[in-house]
């Protein structure tokens, strides 16, 4: 098996290591690894298959002889150096906003647009966390029954606004007045339907970042309103998604669809207690899917409800799959 040279940028922050763990669990072939990070953190190591790698200054010339370039380390960042990094040969998967709706740069999840990996111009960009785990279960249910419109109100971890955020929950908690506050308001024991900025619609960034992305992923214009709530809960976003199709769907037929789908977990059987949540689906990659059920407002509408491991699936695991692709050539 062809070894590769692999960057990853940002590997000091929370999906930075997540990704270099991913590497090694799923034994992507490296040959050589780079980690990047501002300098404050250069100097640090991070283990690798036993060994610790030291992390380096982020610089555009450590991208010479780099096949892949894996980027978390926010969109100004890789606005500046992917170009860089493309331009010494390297492909870069950008976990940031920077390009996602760019025309003429994939956006991927592999479930779901495998084919356009191949279509790159040196940059292909990691979607969403919240719209990943969505598509990965709306596409084989569009393949089926095509659908019209879809409303989700999403449940989403600390997990999702960095080691910042987390560190305030945690002193929340325990009863400690954070230093430095991600949030604008208290985020223990409350929730918070603000995610990213608000626009003058009323709508925030992040909500539009699913209704935009779903689109270009699924490849067709399906309509598409969501809410964005940040929850309490470290690792894993929970999503309630209603689902209207233009074909008759009973739940037996969706569950029947998501059990065979690649990636997805089902867990319905609500009268057990039996059903996804984030603290089970925390440090995996499935997208787990249950609470399936008609909704009789409609004529042709289910409610379901998704939940994934952030960091993992909707971020590093994901990037990692669209390198493994690449490296396959298939």
Same mark, same amino acid.
């Given at each position: ?9 940002? =590997?000091t922050g929370m999906v930075?290591?997540? +990704?270099?763990?991913?590497?090694? /669990? ?15 953190? =250069? ?8 060994? *610790?790698?030291?992390? &380096? ?17 926010? =969109? ?11 331009? #010494? ?11 996602? +709706?760019? /025309? ?11 084919? &356009? ?12 966390? @919240? ?23 999403? #449940? &989403? @971890? ?19 007045? !954070? ?13 918070? !339907? ?8 009323? #709508? ?5 970042? +699913? ?14 309103? =969501? ?10 976003? @929970? ?10 769907? @009973? *739940? ?14 089902? &867990? ?6 039996? #059903?996804? +949540? *984030? ?33 993992r699936k909707g971020a ?15």
């Open positions: 098996m062809k070894l590769h040279d692999v960057a990853v940028v940002g =590997a930075g290591r997540t +990704m270099v763990k991913v590497l090694e /669990e799923r034994a992507f072939p490296v040959n050589r690894l780079i980690l990047l990070a501002s300098e404050r953190s =250069a100097g640090k190591e991070i283990p690798f298959h036993g060994k *610790p790698v030291p992390v &380096q200054k982020l610089e555009p010339e450590k991208f010479k002889n780099i096949e892949f370039a894996l980027f978390s380390a926010g =969109a100004s960042v890789s606005k500046e150096f992917a170009p860089h990094a493309v331009r #010494y040969g390297a492909v870069v998967i950008d976990n940031s906003s920077a390009f996602r +709706m760019d /025309e003429g740069v994939p956006l991927v999840v592999p479930e779901v647009n495998r084919r &356009q990996i191949f279509k790159h111009k040196g940059i292909i960009a990691n979607p969403n966390c @919240s719209t990943i785990q969505m598509v990965v279960v709306l596409k084989p249910l569009h393949d089926r029954f095509k659908i019209k419109r879809v409303v989700v109100s999403t #449940y &989403q @971890s600390v997990t999702g606004a960095g080691n910042k955020a987390v560190i305030q929950l945690q002193e929340e908690l325990a009863g400690r007045t !954070p230093k430095e506050a991600k949030f604008p308001h208290r985020i223990a024991f409350n929730c918070l !339907p603000h995610i990213d900025i608000f626009f003058d619609d009323g #709508y925030t960034k992040e909500e539009v970042k +699913m209704m935009k992305e779903t689109q270009k992923i699924m490849g067709e214009p399906i309509k598409v309103t =969501a809410t964005t709530v940040r929850v309490p809960v470290i690792g894993g976003h @929970s999503e309630s998604v209603n689902i209207e199709f233009e074909k008759k769907a @009973s *739940p037996d037929e969706v569950r029947e669809i998501l059990a065979k789908t690649a990636g997805v977990v089902v &867990q319905d059987d609500p009268k057990n207690n039996i #059903y996804p +949540m *984030p603290i089970n689906a925390h440090e995996k990659d499935d997208v787990f899917v249950g609470r399936i059920r008609r909704d009789e407002t409609v004529t042709n509408g289910i409610n379901l409800w998704i939940v994934s491991d952030n960091i590093a695991t994901n990037a990692v799959q669209i390198a493994e692709v690449l490296a396959l050539g298939k």
